[in-house]
């Protein structure tokens, strides 16, 4: 990609970032550590590869995503509004009561989410029910969804693994945002779910294993994804959870908490010198 | 038409197929049981409509919902144990709360099951199902409810739950023209004077038995279907039971949460005032049996209900 191009990924990827501040410090609660690390994932589907209408977010023929790791949801709020889906004035509303910013996605509440998600496991069958929609209709239309690594320790993930590859699903195309964190801790120490890279393909996937913050690497994974033909898509995305933010990069205590004032007066000190740096360019 | 005795389940399939032509977007599900729910009515006649899932329930209901949500009609079946119990909390999360226009079927349900046993015999699924904002829930009696119920769920828009049964059923509503059947309307079968014998699924045919051998007694029991456990029929409950003055329940299902706890709240909210007893599985597991025997073990037969009734109007 042009440098102008990539330039302007990380800043959205930067102002994402922010976002997510704003919203996890407002509301004194919700996961900032997965909503970090999937920046880049977010941005990169949200800015380049979902073929979406912002003012019709229910147009038929738009490429769905599904945010399966849920509790996300800062990530998934900042992509949309920063697309135009709704007025990012409202992100400090996030998990308020009355807000359609609910702690996890609400397809009922908040305009450009395809599907309601929090319990973990559930939005990759989701994502497979609305791949084979697609397979039934002759529709082109392709389904995305994010799920996390520890997520993979959810039974239901590899029922719809086995599903999405028996059905043959190259419509669809999973990204993992392999952080290596859970709440109880490394993901390789709870229960360790891993190595995805030989389960996935075990069960049939196309996998393909990227740095989740380069975007040069995330533009070639996905469109190795829409070339497969087939079966389904995995895409393995190394990450850092806390990304951007130095005290909570790779942390398992930033999974689900929010910053105090003070951590926050940090945090968005360097989040802001990030976003800085790529207006420079 | 001619009375047919067969089971829920079979009317069932055959009406998924039947229907296929007018609900193009009519699509169902199986969890590798589609010989004994019998989607496979369905499977063969429109094989490109159907979608046996494997021996994964919660990835079913999973699935069920994305083809709602990009606007398919899914019928997603198993055995209730397995839908409804199985897969609670895919049902409550993925389908009721975002109010997906997902129908799920639970056959086999309650202890006429039989030799399969406890671990097969789903006694909750009406009280799980009932707990979910939203969620309207099924129990048809005969094979024209049956057909009746089909489509009057595929007809609305949002989340169902309808029960099967195992057993051959009587045949209770063959002269009735097609589209009697409204969700949420109970069907009052006979009326009477000293006793209301409210039921649902396999048990109308009992209590309609049990009225006869009431009347032999000198006994007037109205009988009502409540084919809809929810929302439930509460004006025609409150109603039968003010007239009659004493009230039976009876359900192939424990006697906490389904249609004995329903009635019970609609006639404390009702201030209506009267005798209930329930016919129903009491707080107990199943176990394997002949079908039709168990019936009798667990207290689900017509004289049940006529005991039932009895001990009703001795509390007057």
Known sequence: MEQSERTALRRAAARLRLDVLEEVFSAQSGHPGGALSSAEILTWLYQKELNIRPAQPRWPDRDRFVLSKGHSSPGLYAALARRGFFDPALLPTFRKSGSILQGHPDMKKCPGVDMTSGSLGQGVSAACGMALAARLDGAPWRVYTLLGDGEAEEGQVWEAAMFAAHKKLDNLCWIVDSNGLQIDGRVEDVAGPGPLDKKFEGFGFHVLKVDGHDFDALEAAFAAARAEKGRPTVILAATVKGKGVSFMEDQVGWHGKAPNAEQYALAKEELEAELARWEVE | ?316
């Open chain 2, 1 to 316: 038409m001619e009375p047919i005795k067969e089971a829920t389940r079979v009317s069932f399939g055959k009406a998924l197929a039947e229907l296929a032509p007018e609900y193009p977007g009519l699509v169902v599900l199986d969890a590798d049981l589609a010989a004994a729910t019998r989607t496979d009515i369905f499977a063969a006649a429109w094989p490109d409509r159907f979608i046996d899932c494997g021996i994964a329930e919660s990835n079913m209901i999973g699935v069920a919902a994305g083809l709602a949500a990009a606007g398919k009609i899914p019928v997603a079946a198993s055995f209730a144990m397995f839908s409804a119990g199985r897969a609670f909390e895919q049902i409550r999360n993925s389908v009721g709360y975002p109010h997906l226009n997902v129908k799920i079927a639970g056959s086999h349900a309650g202890v006429s099951v039989g030799e399969d046993g406890a671990t097969h015999q789903c006694l909750e699924d009406i009280a799980l199902m009932r707990t979910i904002p939203g969620m309207t829930v099924l129990c048809p009696a005969d094979a024209f409810s049956m057909r009746e119920a089909v489509r009057a769920m595929l007809e609305f828009q949002g989340p169902a739950y309808i029960r099967l049964g195992r057993l051959a059923v009587n045949s209770l509503y063959h002269d009735r023209p097609a589209g009697w059947l409204r969700i949420g309307k109970g069907e009052v079968l006979r009326t009477g004077a000293d006793v209301t014998l409210l039921a649902t699924g396999l048990e109308v045919q009992e209590a309609v038995i049990a009225a006869g051998l009431l009347a032999e007694q000198g006994v007037s029991a109205a009988v009502a279907d409540l084919h809809t456990l929810k929302p439930l029929d509460s004006e025609l409950v409150a109603r039968l039971a003010s007239q009659t003055g004493a009230v039976v329940t009876a359900e192939e299902h424990s006697a906490i949460g389904g249609l004995g706890d329903a009635v019970l709240a609609a006639l404390a909210d009702a201030d209506v005032r009267v005798p209930l007893e329930k016919v129903a599985v009491q707080d107990v597991y199943g176990h394997s049996g002949k079908g039709d025997e168990l019936l009798d073990e667990f207290g689900l037969r017509a004289g049940d209900i006529v005991a039932a009734a009895l001990r009703a109007i001795a509390r007057k």
